[in-house]
């Protein structure tokens, strides 16, 4: 008998043959109250869960995954886990680090070029018919290339961030991390220092950190404080590594120039938030990895992950390994 396993995302057909030849599926388009009996009844059953990081199954849920032997995200992010809680039931956390890398940068880049250049504001003027004279100052944006960027968490992505404003635009990179990353340093000529010295000395600040315990609000009102008046902010982590009403603030009194945001406290983000308002935030729909050829790597590595790991191979891309039992 194949080992049932809980699928909740929708994948492309051959993926989903895929999984099919080696697990007996319980099939569902997500989680949501229609179906939600249902997919408790399955999630009791399940073996192995697969699904994508949008859907945040709690410990209350996974308390009734009473067969659970390994979770499998269709992500790099885990937050949507309590991995510490799972690591006590010494059931993996499977994720997708690596192949999502360069398309998140280039996102990323994608925010700090549009909060610069104010392309978007630009682009609705032309469209709304608003473009009467030749532009001035007052619509001036500011550069990139030569400029300072301080990037906060130096793990892959945020060096391949790196690698793009080093060697594409000349920018002088610091950072703050956990560690020291000596790859970085030594091909992007990073500077390591403290987080509040990098938010006091960079013109751009960007935020590549997972979301932990530790990392929660780490970026508020005090640390929005010590940014230039000329600065610009980028998320591309998790909405609660920031607090977002202290961003509002920052952005609404001019305390930073702009903001560029791939993610948010609420997800979607509500059409009444006052992020909305604001002409100096650039607003993505968390889309950091979200092109074809990405997406297709990242479930293909999700599928591999979950075969590996429910034959006791852990040996790639497990998130809680470190806090398994032998
Ligand atoms: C990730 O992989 O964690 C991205 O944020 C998409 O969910």
């Not at 194949?2 to 993926?15: A, N």
């Not at 939600?36 to 009734?64: C, D, P, W």
């Amino acid at each position: 008998m194949k080992p049932k396993v809980l699928l909740y995302k929708p994948l492309p057909d051959d993926q989903r043959q895929r999984l099919a030849t080696h697990f007996d599926l319980a099939e569902f388009d997500g989680f949501h109250p229609d179906n939600e009996v249902e997919f408790l009844t399955a999630l009791r059953q399940a073996e192995g869960i697969i699904g994508g990081s949008g859907i945040k199954l709690t410990t209350e849920h996974l308390a009734q995954a009473i067969n659970l032997k390994v979770a499998s995200t269709i992500s790099v992010g885990t937050d949507q886990y309590d991995l510490d809680y799972l690591a006590r039931r010494n059931i993996p956390v499977m994720h997708t680090p690596g192949v999502l890398n360069e398309t998140t940068a280039d996102t990323l880049f994608a925010l700090l070029m549009c909060t610069a250049r104010r392309t978007l504001e630009l682009s609705n003027m032309v469209k709304e018919g608003r473009w009467k004279h030749t532009i001035g100052p007052e619509l001036y944006g500011t550069d990139v290339n030569g400029k300072t960027l301080g990037i906060i968490g130096m793990g892959r992505i945020g060096q391949a961030l790196a690698k793009r404003a080093h060697l594409g635009f000349d920018m002088k990179i610091q950072y703050a991390n956990r560690h020291r990353n000596p790859q970085a340093e030594q091909a992007y000529k990073a500077q390591y220092m403290d987080i509040d010295t990098l938010l006091a000395q960079s013109d751009f600040v960007c935020v590549m950190t997972p979301l932990t315990a530790e990392t929660e609000g780490l970026i508020g009102a005090r640390e929005f404080a010590l940014m230039r008046p000329d600065s610009i902010f980028i998320n591309g982590s998790r909405g609660r590594v920031i607090d977002e009403a202290a961003l509002i603030e920052a952005l609404h009194n001019k305390q930073i120039r702009a903001a560029g945001l791939d993610v948010f406290h609420q997800e979607p983000l509500p059409a009444d938030s006052p992020l909305c308002q604001l002409d100096n935030a650039v607003l993505f729909p968390h889309i950091g990895s979200a092109t074809v050829e990405t997406r297709h790597k990242m479930i293909i590595c999700a599928i591999d992950n979950l075969i590996h790991a429910m034959s006791g191979d852990l040996s790639k891309n497990c998130a809680n390994g470190h806090l398994l039992k032998e």
